[in-house]
C-alpha cells in the first residue's frame, strides 16, 4: 500500500508542499551486506576436492577459506525443491515443488507454483532497497507456464528479481542453450566456434548486471542468485579442460570411493572408523509386491566391464571433471569482479549444490542422455564410437552411475533419494569477511536448505516479514543458524528435518534419522503402508551403515509418528512414485489449445516442447507457403534438435522431411515432385500404428496441396524430444540442427509462410488425415 502523501496541495503550485516520501523507492540500512548465491548442480559430496573429491575448485577453495565449510549440509534430494527451499525457507511439499515442474501434479505439494505466502527472499530484500538479480537456470516454474504466451507469474520477475539473464527449465545444451533475458527468449550471443560456452556467458552477464548496479546505484546493496548449468547433464565443455584429467579416473570409480575416504578422514570431515558401503547397498530390495530395485540404478563393477567400457567410463569422468572446474573459472571472474570493485568482503556468500550426484546416466552412461529420458537403453557401439568427442556439440553426454556413486562418496544412492545420505548430504560453504570472524573453518552442525533463508535474516538484521507484496506470509519452517555461523563450536539451533521425495521419506531429529527402504519414483512400488522404516545414529554413523530399528524400536516408532505429523503440517501427502508412463500421461494445464492442435506463425518465438507435448502420439503438421523463387530453401517447421528431433523443410526444390530419432537415425522423406510457384499447402502426417521397444512406429506421408508425394514407415521416440528448451520454431532451426541436411538456422529463403498448423491426438480421436488435409487445403 503506498503512504499517505503528507505533502500540501493548494489550487496554485506555488502554494502547494510537495511529499517525495510515497514515491522514494525503500532505502536498505547503510552498510547493508550483499548476497551472492552460488547454486551448483548434481555435485555430490565427494566431487570438489575440498571435500576430499579429486575435480579441482580452486574458487570453491577460496570461498572456503573465507568463511565457514559444512560437513552436513542437507538438500531436498532433487533440483527444484531445493532451490524452492534456498529461496524460500519452507520445505518444498509447503512450496507446492516436490517435483520438477516437466511433472507437477494437481496437488498442493506438487502443483510447482510456489504461493505467494511463501515469499522469496528476493521479494522481501527488493522491498527493503536492494537491486535483486537470478543468472542461470530457473526450473522453479510449472511446465505450462515455460512459454511467451503463459503468465509471468512464476518466472523470476514475476517472484521478485528486477533482472534475468538464463534458462527456464532444468537443463540446457551448453553450447545452444535455451536462452531467456528478463521476459523474452534471445538466441545465443555466440557460436560453439566462436568460443561460447553458457557458463562463460553467464559470468559476462553477471558481471554486467553488478556493473550496471555499481555505476548508477553505488550505495545499493544486491542480491545476485548465480546458477550455472553445471554441472547438470548435458556434460559439455572444451575438449582442453577434459584433457585437464586424463589418466585421473582410470583406474574406476571404486579406487576413486576408496582415495576420496581417506582424504575426507584426513581432512576432518568423516570420523576416522568411516567405511565404505558396498555399491548397490540396496540391490536385494523389493517392493510389497517382489518389484526388485531399479536396475537402472544397480552400479556394474568396474572390473566386470570390457576394456572399451573402461575407457568410455574414464572419459565420462574427465569431461564432467573439466565442465566443473572450468564452470568454477567462470565463477572466479565473478568473485575477481567483486574483489577489483571493492565488494567482496561485504557479501554474503552461500556456495553449495542442490542436490547429490546424478544416476540418470544408468548402468553405461550416454553420449545422448535424451535416451534416459525416453526409456530407450543405451547402445554401447553407439558410445563407443563417440568416446573422442564426448563433451563436445555432437554429443549430449551423461556419466554412469558408477561415477554418480562414487561423485557422492562415502554415501549410499543419488540424486532423488530423500531417504538416504547420496541424494541429500551436499557440500555447503558461507562466508562474509566483513561480518564474521571465522576463517576457513569446518562447522558439523545439521543444517537444511530450508535455513539459508532465516539465516540471511539474521545476520542482515531483517525480521521475517509479516506480509510480503500486501500478501500475509506463513512462518518459516527453516530455523537461523547464524549461532553457529559466528561460532562453528556453539550448540545447534535446530532439532528436526521433514524430508519427502518422489515417494522415498525421512524424519531426522537430534541426529537420529529414520527412513524408508522405497526407490523413488518413476517406479510404480506403491504400497507405502508396507514400506520398511530404518534408523541411523548420523552423528556418529554419517552413510547409514548400522541399521539400529531392531536395538531401539521406540525411537523409531516415534521418528514415524513424527513424520507423519510434520506430514500434516507441511503438505507431506499424498505420496507419488508413479511409473514414468504414468506421470506423462498426466492431463494438466496448458494456455495451449486443449484439443491437440497449435497454429504457429513467423515471426515468433520458440515454443518449448513442453507447452505443447507430442509425447508418443500419431501427429500431423501442416503449412501454407508462397514460393516466390524456385531455388527457395530453409526450415519451415523444426522441433528438437540433433540428439531427438524432427524437421519438414524445402531443399533442392522438394519438400524434405526428417524424423531424428535420438540423434542415431535420420529417417528422410524426400517428395517425389518439385514444388511449384506460388502458393501452396504442404505437411507431413505420421499415423501410430505399432511399437518397437517403447518407441512407437507408423507410416509418414508427406503431402503437397493434398496430395500425398512421399511416404515411409518411420519410428518415433516414446518421450520428449529435449527437456533442455529446444522446441518448436518457424521459418529456422534455431538451435542444433535436426538433420545433418542442413546447418542451422537454416532460414528460409524465396518463400513466405504464413502459418503452420500442428496437431496431436491419440489414434482413435481424431482422423488426422482429414484434420491434416482439411488444413491443407483451406482457404
Excluded at 525443491?81 to 525457507?89: D, I, K, Q, S, V
Excluded at 553477471?206 to 548508477?216: K, P
Amino acid at each position: 500500500m503506498t503512504p499517505k502523501f503528507g505533502g500540501k496541495i493548494a489550487h496554485d503550485v506555488r502554494d502547494s508542499v510537495p511529499d517525495w516520501g510515497p514515491f522514494i523507492e525503500p532505502r536498505a540500512a547503510e552498510g547493508s551486506p550483499n548476497v551472492l548465491y552460488v547454486v551448483w548442480d548434481d555435485m555430490g559430496f565427494g566431487s570438489w576436492d575440498l571435500y576430499g573429491g579429486e575435480i579441482e575448485m580452486p574458487n570453491m577453495r577460496r570461498i572456503a577459506e573465507r568463511g565457514v565449510q559444512f560437513t552436513q549440509f542437507h538438500t531436498t534430494a532433487l533440483c527444484s525443491p531445493t532451490r524452492a527451499a534456498l529461496l524460500t525457507g519452507r520445505n518444498a511439499t509447503s512450496n507446492g515443488m516436490a517435483v520438477i515442474g516437466e511433472i507437477s501434479d494437481g496437488f498442493p505439494n506438487m502443483s510447482c507454483y510456489i504461493p505467494p505466502e511463501n515469499g522469496f527472499i528476493s521479494e522481501v530484500l527488493r522491498e527493503r532497497g536492494y537491486n535483486t538479480m537470478a543468472i542461470g537456470k530457473w526450473h522453479l516454474s510449472p511446465a505450462s507456464e515455460m512459454s511467451m504466451g503463459a503468465a509471468k507469474r512464476t518466472w523470476p520477475l514475476g517472484r521478485g528479481f528486477d533482472r534475468f539473464y538464463g534458462f527456464l527449465g532444468g537443463l540446457t545444451d551448453q553450447w545452444y542453450p535455451d536462452l531467456w533475458y528478463d521476459n523474452h527468449q534471445i538466441d545465443p550471443p555466440a557460436a560453439p566456434e566462436q568460443g561460447y560456452h553458457l557458463s562463460a556467458d553467464l559470468a559476462d552477464h553477471a558481471i554486467e548486471f553488478l556493473a550496471d548496479s555499481l555505476a548508477t546505484a553505488p550505495h545499493k546493496p544486491w542480491m545476485m542468485y548465480f546458477c550455472p548449468g553445471a554441472c547438470h547433464a548435458p556434460h559439455h565443455v572444451f575438449r582442453e579442460w577434459a584433457d585437464k584429467y586424463r589418466g585421473v579416473f582410470d583406474d574406476g570409480y571404486e579406487h576413486y570411493r576408496e582415495r576420496v575416504l581417506l582424504r575426507q578422514q584426513e581432512l576432518g570431515l568423516l570420523p576416522a572408523d568411516t567405511v565404505l558401503p558396498d555399491i548397490n547397498p540396496l540391490a536385494h530390495a523389493t517392493s510389497a509386491e517382489g518389484l526388485g530395485w531399479p536396475a537402472s540404478d544397480l552400479v556394474t563393477a568396474w572390473d566386470a566391464l570390457s576394456e572399451g567400457e573402461q575407457r568410455l567410463f574414464a572419459r565420462q569422468a574427465e569431461v564432467f571433471a573439466g565442465y566443473a572446474s572450468y564452470t568454477d573459472q567462470q565463477v572466479g571472474r565473478l568473485l575477481d569482479y567483486l574483489e577489483q570493485t571493492g565488494q567482496l568482503d561485504n557479501t554474503i556468500i552461500v556456495a553449495m549444490s542442490d542436490n547429490g550426484s546424478s544416476a540418470e546416466g544408468g548402468p553405461q552412461g550416454s553420449v545422448n542422455a535424451n535416451r534416459w529420458y525416453n526409456q530407450i537403453p543405451e547402445n554401447l557401439d553407439e558410445n563407443l564410437s563417440k568416446l573422442d568427442e564426448l563433451g563436445s556439440e555432437a554429443t549430449y553426454p551423461h556419466y554412469s552411475n558408477g561415477w554418480a556413486m562414487a561423485f557422492n562418496t562415502p554415501f549410499k544412492l543419488y540424486k532423488m533419494n530423500a531417504a538416504w545420505e547420496g541424494g541429500t548430504a551436499d557440500p555447503l560453504l558461507i562466508s562474509w569477511p566483513a561480518g564474521l570472524s571465522v576463517r576457513g573453518v569446518k562447522c558439523d552442525n545439521y543444517i537444511h536448505a530450508i535455513d539459508i533463508v532465516p539465516t540471511l535474516y539474521e545476520l542482515m538484521g531483517i525480521p521475517a516479514p509479516d506480509s510480503v507484496r500486501m500478501v500475509k506470509q506463513t512462518p518459516l519452517e527453516g530455523v537461523s543458524m547464524a549461532t553457529v555461523l559466528r561460532n562453528p563450536e556453539a550448540v545447534s539451533p535446530k532439532h528436526t528435518q521433514f524430508y519427502s521425495m518422489m515417494g522415498t521419506r525421512a524424519m531426522w531429529r537430534d541426529g537420529w534419522q529414520a527412513n524408508t527402504v522405497h526407490a523413488p519414483a518413476p517406479n510404480g512400488w506403491g504400497h507405502f503402508d508396507q514400506d520398511t522404516w530404518v534408523l541411523y545414529h548420523l552423528d556418529t554413523d554419517r552413510n547409514q551403515m548400522h541399521d539400529r530399528a531392531a536395538a531401539e524400536p521406540q525411537r523409531l516408532a516415534e521418528l514415524v509418528a513424527l513424520w507423519d505429523e510434520q506430514a500434516g503440517l507441511y503438505k507431506g501427502y499424498p505420496l507419488d512414485d508413479r511409473t514414468g508412463m504414468e506421470i506423462a500421461d498426466l492431463e494438466r494445464p496448458s494456455v495451449a489449445d486443449s484439443n491437440g492442435r497449435i497454429t504457429l506463425y513467423p515471426g515468433g518465438s520458440e515454443v518449448p516442447e513442453r507447452a505443447f507435448v507430442m509425447i508418443g502420439r500419431s501427429f500431423a503438421i501442416a503449412a501454407d507457403v508462397t514460393i516466390d523463387n524456385i531455388d527457395c530453401a530453409g526450415v519451415i517447421f523444426a522441433g528438437g534438435g540433433r540428439f531427438g528431433g524432427h524437421s519438414l523443410f524445402v531443399k533442392d526444390q522438394r519438400l524434405h522431411y526428417v524424423y531424428n530419432w535420438l540423434g542415431e537415425r535420420e529417417q528422410h522423406l524426400v517428395s517425389d515432385r518439385t514444388l511449384p510457384l506460388g502458393g501452396v499447402t504442404l505437411g507431413v502426417d505420421f499415423r501410430k500404428t505399432g511399437s518397437d521397444g517403447p518407441s512407437p512406429t507408423g507410416d509418414a506421408h508427406l503431402y503437397l496441396n493434398g496430395e500425398r508425394v512421399g511416404a515411409s514407415n518411420v519410428t518415433i521416440q516414446p518421450f520428449f524430444f529435449s527437456l533442455s528448451g529446444e522446441g518448436m520454431n518457424v521459418g529456422r532451426d534455431r538451435g542444433q540442427p535436426v538433420s545433418a541436411e542442413y546447418h542451422s538456422p537454416f532460414a528460409l529463403s524465396g518463400a513466405r509462410i504464413a502459418r503452420v498448423e500442428v496437431y496431436t491426438a491419440d489414434d482413435i480421436s481424431v482422423d488426422l488425415q482429414r484434420a491434416a488435409e482439411g488444413a491443407y487445403l483451406r482457404d
